[in-house]
C-alpha cells in the first residue's frame, strides 16, 4: 500500500470538511424549514441573524414555491427614525434587497409607532403553531391529506393599532386548487376561515 504524502492528506482533509460544511448547511437551510412552529422559529432567527434583535419591521411574509421552497419577503429597518426601509427577499438562502423605502408618518408622531418587531408580541413561532393548526383543521373537517403553506405573515395596519393585527394563513391542496384562508388575532384567537 502506497503512503500517502502530506499534500494528498491535506486536499483529502479539506475535502471532508466542506463536505460536512454543505451537510450541515443544508440542514438549516431556510429554504426547506417546513411550515411549523420550529420551522418558523428558524427563520425568524435568520432574520434577526441578517437584520438584529432590535430590528422594526412593517410586513413579513413567508411563501412557499415547490422548486424554490420558503421565500421570505420583509420590509425592515435598524432605525426607524431614519424613515427609510429595505425591501428584501432570502430565496434559496441568498438575500438581496429590492428596493429602498422612505416612509411619512403624520406629524408628532414616531415611526416606529407604525411598525412592529419579533419580540414575543409578533412571534413567527407563533405563526407556525397557527400554520399547524390550520392545516390540522382542515385535514379533520374537509378530509384533506396533506395541505400545502402557500403564503403565511402578518397584516399590520396602517394606523399602527397593533391590536388590529393579524396573522394570514394560506392553505392549498398539495397538488393545487382552492385556497383555504385562515386569520388569527396575535393570541392565535381565530378571526375568520375563507373558503
Known amino acids: 500500500m502506497k503512503n500517502k504524502t502530506p499534500k494528498q492528506s491535506c486536499v483529502r482533509l479539506l475535502f471532508v470538511l466542506l463536505v460536512m460544511i454543505q451537510v450541515s448547511s443544508c440542514g438549516s437551510s431556510t429554504q426547506n424549514q417546513p ?21 422594526y419591521y412593517t410586513d413579513f411574509t413567508i411563501a412557499y414555491n415547490k422548486s424554490l421552497g420558503n421565500i421570505v419577503s420583509v420590509t425592515v429597518t435598524e432605525n ?8 428584501w427577499n432570502l430565496t434559496q438562502d441568498l438575500w438581496q434587497q429590492n428596493s429602498d423605502i422612505t416612509i411619512d408618518v403624520p406629524e408628532g408622531t414616531q415611526a ?3 411598525m412592529f418587531q419579533l419580540d414575543g408580541l409578533v412571534s413567527l413561532s407563533k405563526l407556525g403553531a397557527l400554520v399547524e393548526q390550520s392545516s390540522q383543521k382542515l385535514k379533520d373537517e374537509k378530509q384533506l391529506e396533506n395541505p400545502i ?10 394606523t399602527g393599532d397593533v391590536s388590529k393585527a393579524e396573522y394570514m394563513i394560506n392553505l392549498q391542496p398539495e397538488h393545487g386548487g382552492t385556497t383555504f384562508s ?3 388575532t396575535l393570541n392565535g384567537d381565530l378571526i375568520k376561515t375563507d373558503f
Open 80 to 87: 426607524p427614525e431614519s424613515l427609510k426601509m429595505g425591501q
Open 182 to 184: 385562515f386569520f388569527y
Open 35 to 55: 411550515a411549523t412552529s420550529e420551522g418558523f422559529k428558524n427563520i425568524e432567527n435568520e432574520l434577526m441573524t441578517k437584520f438584529g434583535r432590535a430590528a
Open 112 to 114: 416606529a409607532d407604525y
Open 149 to 158: 403553506l402557500s403564503i403565511a405573515g402578518l397584516n399590520f395596519p396602517d
